[in-house]
């Protein structure tokens, strides 16, 4: 209740005078009831007489014939502050005299005509009509003879009068009982509010500063109760304090491990809410501290990661044991990135033989995760690379002989015509695939120094290994190359790097067609020391990359390919652009109204004679692929 005030010194108060309003309010309304009983009961005993008196005095004026007394009896009747109206009538209800005014403005109702029938013999008769008015009326009878009816009508204010000096003197009474009553308790209310406002001080001085002692002990002014419980307080405050200088220390310890842990660390309630985390669960899961306290795990978490934590969460509750060693995979909710963790939860006892928390320590194995994935994949790439060269090396003997076997039967044989074109283009497959298998022994058999290749020989090499990809996804092939576009390099290394910017872009470019454009140039650094080179430019007309996607192209293990890519491919062509001392800049978009999607690589390759001196990274045997 808003108007109940909080003080107990003015609840005292009011609850006082409300109380004593209760009680003087039903005592008044019983008094005045049984008041106005009494004084209706008066009332109609005054009327009786008052209708007595005057038909007494009518019927003696009467009996002397002296009707100029009648006139004055009614008169003086009239006059008394109890009567209303005094009146005389004949037997038929005629007014025959008033006490004041004329007769006329006077006459009976006919509320009051249909009394008479019932007034018999001297006694008076006294009845109620109208808005509460009393009224008495006798038989005038003179020898016998009925002469007419004395009428006596109350004073309906007169009689109000006195029930209102009733309520007079009860409120005086009550007002005179109520001021005291509350000056007596606002003395008691005093002394028993001034130790709690003490009391009530000195606690919200304690919440505010528990470390203070300006404030402590507090002052014991009363010798009473609350005096004792003055010093009861002094004395816990006291014991509060030395506890908490031990408590600071091992909060403080506990609070600096929590959060300068390398581990994700959480702790739950049994309703398997967040009651608190460290920095680097919050940097896990990328939800801020805040939104992460008072939180259920379905509220934060997806399914597939919510569900099993539940229920490691309630069979610590359930067996009080810990959970070890739970592999959780998802992605985080905010912005999808994929994430593996190791998490074990562990019981919380505030006391021997309760439960209250569950904590959760997390280590996020993502990366170790993602390493070992892309280290399967590499070691099967690898070990297609090597089974690539074993049988690209075990072909070229067979295909040597058919070589040689074709070409005795184009020139010697004496065929026809026809079959003279069948045997030349056989010749022409058999050259293809000799060429295919020497480059496919190039990308595993690795240089050990640099040499001098030409670019576009090693563009053209790694467009004929795609050619029949290129060819099924109907992409348009365009080589730009300009002459004097050869170089320094490790010739394997550069071979695997435009491996891997053509099958990304092959990757990229929609199955109905698109344009891929290969152009090579001599060129100059393109920051401020201009050093001499080649230029190699890969571009598509693929999909496009967001920039989100963009800024993570070189990370290791990033892919967006899902199953088919190791996320290497690029971390491994940067590393070997970086061996080389070169420059990579990408560019690309996403299609959006009245502008293609594609991606643009520009490689810079330095004229660098110093390269033979630089240690050799071991690269992959196959080429990488994102």
Not at 42 to 70: F, G, I, P, Y
Not at 71 to 93: K, N
Not at 106 to 121: A, D, N, Y
Not at 497 to 504: H, M, P
């Amino acid at each position: 209740m808003r108007w109940w005030p909080r003080s107990i010194r003015w609840q005292m108060l009011l609850g006082l005078v409300l109380l004593e309003t209760l009680s003087i309010a039903l005592f008044a309304v019983l008094l005045f009831r049984f008041q106005q009983l009494d004084v209706r009961r008066r009332a109609t005993d005054r009327v009786a007489h008052q209708a007595n008196s005057l038909a007494a005095q009518a019927q003696e004026a009467l009996q002397q014939d002296r009707l100029d007394w009648v006139g004055l009896s009614v008169h003086i009747m009239g006059e008394a502050p109890s009567v209303a109206c005094a009146r005389i009538t004949d037997p038929a209800g005629k007014v025959l005299y008033v006490g004041k005014g004329e007769p006329y403005l006077f006459p009976l109702e006919p509320e009051e005509k249909t009394q008479i029938q019932k007034v018999h013999g001297p006694d008076p008769l006294v009845f109620a009509f109208g808005n509460d008015r009393w009224e008495g009326v006798r038989a005038i009878t003179v020898n016998g003879n009925l002469r007419g009816y004395a009428w006596i009508e109350s004073n309906k204010n007169w009689d109000s009068e006195q029930i209102a000096d009733m309520l007079r003197g009860i409120s005086i009474f009550a007002g005179v009982w109520i001021i005291a009553s509350v000056l007596l308790v606002a003395l008691i209310s005093r002394a028993i509010s001034r130790p709690l406002a003490l009391l009530h001080k000195g606690t919200r001085a304690l919440m505010a500063n528990p470390e203070s002692s300006d404030t402590f002990p507090l002052p014991v002014i009363v010798n009473n109760e609350f005096g004792d419980l003055i010093g009861a307080f002094n004395g816990m405050v006291s014991s509060i304090q030395e506890q908490r200088a031990g408590l600071s220390d091992t909060l403080s310890i506990l609070d600096s491990m929590l959060a300068n842990a390398p581990v994700g660390l959480a702790f739950f309630d049994r309703h398997l809410r967040f009651v608190r985390v460290n920095q680097v669960f919050a940097n896990l899961t990328e939800i801020p501290l805040s939104r992460q306290l008072g939180r259920s795990i379905a509220e934060l978490f997806p399914r597939s990661v919510g569900e099993p934590l539940e229920q490691a969460l309630e069979a610590v509750f359930d067996t009080e044991g810990s959970v070890r060693e739970i592999e959780l995979s998802g992605t985080t909710i905010e912005t999808g990135h994929p994430f593996t963790w190791l998490v074990s939860v562990y019981p919380i006892r505030t006391t021997t033989q309760q439960v209250r928390w569950a904590g959760i320590i997390v280590r996020d194995v993502s990366e170790r995760a993602r390493a070992e994935e892309a280290l399967r994949r590499t070691e099967k790439l690898a070990a297609t690379g090597r089974l690539a060269a074993s049988i690209a090396h075990e072909i070229n003997n067979p295909l040597e002989a058919i070589t040689n076997l074709l070409f005795l039967l184009h020139n010697f044989s004496g065929l026809t015509e026809p079959a003279l074109h069948y045997v030349t283009m056989a010749e022409h497959e058999a050259r293809r695939i000799t060429e295919i298998a020497q480059q496919t022994l190039r990308f595993y058999r690795q240089s050990t120094q640099p040499i001098r290749a030409d670019i576009p020989d090693l563009v053209d090499s790694v467009l004929e290994l795609y050619r029949g990809r290129l060819t099924t996804l109907a992409v348009d092939v365009q080589r730009r190359y300009r002459p004097h576009a050869d170089l320094l390099c490790f010739e394997g290394e550069i071979r695997q790097v435009i491996a891997n910017l053509i099958g990304n872009a092959t990757d990229a470019i929609s199955p109905t067609g698109g344009r891929l454009l290969v152009r090579v140039r001599p060129s100059r650094r393109w920051d401020a020391s201009a050093t001499p080179g080649i230029r190699l430019t890969v571009a598509d007309t693929g999909c496009g990359m967001p920039p989100d996607v963009r800024n993570r192209i070189f990370e290791a293990f990033f892919t967006t390919k899902d199953a088919t890519g190791t996320g290497l491919g690029l971390w491994v062509s940067q590393e070997i652009i970086v061996k080389h001392q070169g420059l990579v800049r990408v560019r690309s978009r996403v299609a959006s109204p009245g502008h293609p999607s594609g991606t643009v690589f520009h490689i810079f390759l330095p004229e660098n004679e110093s390269l033979s001196i630089l240690p050799i990274d071991a690269t992959s045997a196959a080429p990488a692929q994102i």
